[in-house]
């Protein structure tokens, strides 16, 4: 089991920059991947980024390639999402998830996560 608790939402003018954390706790000496999901209302929740355990692996989400990096520091169980150049349609509750995964691996699928965090909220203004 992997517990995953977000922090760092809040709301921000269009143009402007926010870093989310997710720290990790449970059973983290296993290699497991981390991702970004987000959902916005009346929308189904989305891939935004993965990074795969050793880090040598990261993906993005069409629509934050370039504004968005996603990065991890295993000695501290914490993924970051570095997110700039914000737009109001990257308003949404920011959910973290891992799934136990070999050094490199790491999905873009929903349901391939097994762990979820509880979610922060990013309000992006115009």
């Known amino acids: 089991q992997v517990q995953l608790v977000e922090s760092g939402g809040g709301l921000v003018q269009a143009g402007g920059s926010l870093r989310l954390s997710c720290t990790a706790s449970?059973?983290?000496?296993?290699?497991?991947?981390m991702g970004w999901f987000r959902q916005a209302p009346g929308k189904e929740r989305e891939f935004v980024a993965g990074i795969s355990w050793s880090g040598g692996s990261a993906y993005y989400g069409d629509s934050v390639k370039g504004r968005f990096t996603i990065s991890r520091d295993n000695a501290k169980n914490t993924v970051y999402l570095q997110m700039n150049s914000l737009k109001p349609e990257d308003t949404a509750v920011y959910y973290c998830?891992?799934?136990?995964?070999?050094?490199?691996?790491?999905?873009?699928?929903?349901?391939?996560?097994?762990?979820w965090g509880q979610g922060t909220q990013v309000s992006v203004s115009s």
């Open positions: 449970g059973r983290t000496s296993s290699p497991y991947a």
């Open positions: 998830a891992a799934h136990y995964a070999v050094a490199r691996s790491v999905s873009r699928l929903l349901g391939q996560y097994d762990y």
